[in-house]
T-cell receptor, first 109, second 111 residues
């Protein structure tokens, strides 16, 4: 079983719609969690950290469910510019950052 | 603030040749990571340094890959000899705390 698993997609989303997707992790001792965004042929960039209580940043909402070992990302009012690959990242012991395979989101007019 | 610098940006080599990549992290960042990203996949950690010591190199193919971080600053990653399956983007990242910042990567093509 992979340490961090994501649905690769693509999620084809009409502009203005809401999309949500999950990421599961295998190590229950994982300490912190992040969503990174990666545009085509670019480097990953931090989108947001994921806190136990859930957190929101504008149109983006992240949730953590430690009991079921998954995190989620929800994008509201999708924009064309949200088209990207979203990478789930788990921070383990010693600040080891393990990436999932990414979820591709395509927002269409 | 200057970002993570990597060079070269692109490299094409023949199989069995050797290649080296260079990374200069953000000043003051103690943690440095090298990732391999094959097209269509997520980044895979090759090696992680804390200052100039290795924290994790469990997924580094040590028969052909080597990495060092001199004086806890710059780092080089070497492949010798290269195989076709090494074609990928090699990403360097640095961190001081929670967020990791990535360089633009080196796109390696092995022919």
């Amino acid at each position: 079983r992979k340490e961090v698993e994501q649905d690769p997609g693509p999620f084809n989303v009409p502009e203005g719609a809401t999309v949500a997707f999950n990421c599961t992790y295998s190590n229950s001792a994982s300490q912190s969690f992040f969503w990174y965004r990666q545009d085509c042929r670019k480097e990953p960039k931090l989108l947001m950290s994921v806190y136990s209580s859930g957190n929101e940043d504008g149109r983006f909402t992240a949730q953590l469910n430690r009991a079921s070992q998954y995190i989620s990302l929800l994008i509201r009012d999708s924009k064309l510019s949200d088209s990207a690959t979203y990478l789930c990242v788990v921070n383990g012991a010693g600040n080891k950052l393990t990436f999932g395979g990414g979820t591709r989101v395509l927002v269409k007019p | 603030e200057a970002g993570v610098a990597q060079s070269p940006r692109y490299k094409i080599i023949e199989k069995r040749q050797s290649v080296a990549f260079w990374c200069n992290p953000i000043s003051g960042h103690a943690t440095l990571y090298w990732y391999q990203q094959i097209l269509g996949q997520g980044p895979k950690l090759l090696i992680q340094f804390q200052n100039n010591g290795v924290v994790d190199d469990s997924q580094l193919p040590k028969d052909r890959f080597s990495a060092e971080r001199l004086k806890g600053v710059d780092s080089t990653l070497k492949i010798q000899p290269a195989k076709l399956e090494d074609s990928a983007v090699y990403l360097c990242a640095s961190s001081f705390g929670i967020e990791a910042f990535f360089g633009q990567g080196t796109r390696l093509t092995v022919v």
